[in-house]
């Protein structure tokens, strides 16, 4: 698995809308983020078209995205927001351009498949806040460790945090590539050639939500187990569960606690509160990078490293 090269002063950083649409106030706090880092970023009017919810017409979008992933001038692509759109185009990319000049993709949410996509092709990409969230959306420490990621040369990153009561959890150790995002976008991954069983190694899989009610997640958990996701896997590891819905006349009835854990393979190292989500505590993770994991009775340690 091969990193991109680290971001410096001077670098091309294209935006790129491969979802829901946007207006140019939206990415304002982006780009003065940007222009302290010295980067140079690149986008056209194109980024700002209108298709219903989405940013333009799939041909439009596709071709801009497509174009991005093969020019050898850029350093990264940013995502500017999720909402929906990626799976309308996913399965049309190709990644041979990439290949030869390979480059920071960062976002998550909807744009999960793309990420895949990149680790699948070999090159590390970075499930991180798309544009619209930095800087205003993340606190110092999440900001500062993003920037240690796409900056250094070399590092060797540790997430820690502690149990808490209702955390689903099973004390283990796993080492593999760290794969992962939103739930839903997983889900959606499901029988595609970014099927977690197409992976040759047994991945640290780790997912977050936004707004969906009870049910439904325990549904897709459970969808992951059927399809034989969580026996792939050397671990899992949930993030945020943010802004979740329970129908006030007729509730789910269990807790996330019980919901994660029952929908999970029994023997399979699992801790939840991993600090990756769509709240402001959102750590960078660089899916496809070899990863070690060590859950103990109380506090969890997720370490990945570039030398």
């Not at 174009?67 to 990644?95: H, K, M, N, Q, T």
């Not at 290949?99 to 499930?127: E, M, N």
């Not at 959306?137 to 009561?165: G, I, N, P, Y």
Request: glycine content about 8%; overall charge neutral; hydrophobic content about 45%.
């Amino acid at each position: 698995m091969r990193w991109p090269p680290p971001l410096q002063p001077g670098d091309k950083v294209a935006l790129i809308a491969p979802s829901r649409s946007l207006s140019y106030s939206d990415i304002q706090g982006f780009f003065q983020f940007a222009r302290r880092q010295g980067w140079r970023v690149e986008y056209d009017e194109g980024l700002f078209a209108k298709e219903g919810i989405l940013a333009g017409s799939d041909e439009h979008r596709l071709k801009r995205l497509q174009a991005a992933l093969e020019a050898p001038d850029l350093r990264a692509i940013w995502f500017v927001r999720g909402g929906y759109g990626v799976s309308r185009l996913w399965r049309f990319l190709r990644w041979e351009g990439f290949q030869r000049y390979p480059k920071w993709l960062i976002g998550f949410s909807d744009i999960t498949p793309l990420l895949w996509g990149a680790a699948q092709a070999g090159i590390v990409a970075l499930h991180a806040p798309v544009a619209v969230h930095v800087p205003q959306r993340l606190t110092l420490s999440a900001l500062d460790h993003l920037l240690s990621l796409l900056q250094k040369e070399r590092f060797d990153c540790v997430l820690s945090w502690k149990r808490q009561s209702w955390h689903g959890w099973r004390v283990g150790t796993a080492f593999g590539p760290l794969l992962g995002g939103n739930l839903s976008l997983l889900e959606t991954l499901c029988g595609t050639p970014l099927d977690i069983k197409n992976w040759d190694s047994a991945p640290i899989l780790f997912w977050e939500e936004v707004g969906e009610y009870y049910y439904r997640l325990d549904r897709m958990s459970w969808h992951l187990r059927n399809a034989d996701w969580y026996k792939q896997a050397a671990a899992l590891l949930v993030g945020g569960l943010t802004a979740l819905h329970d129908d006030e006349d007729n509730p789910f009835g269990f807790s996330l606690k019980a919901l994660v854990e029952q929908s999970c393979e029994p023997y399979l190292p699992l801790a939840m509160g991993l600090p990756v989500s769509h709240d402001s505590d959102h750590y960078a993770l660089p899916i496809g990078a070899w990863s070690h994991l060590q859950i103990h009775s109380e506090e969890a340690r997720l370490r990945f490293w570039r030398d």
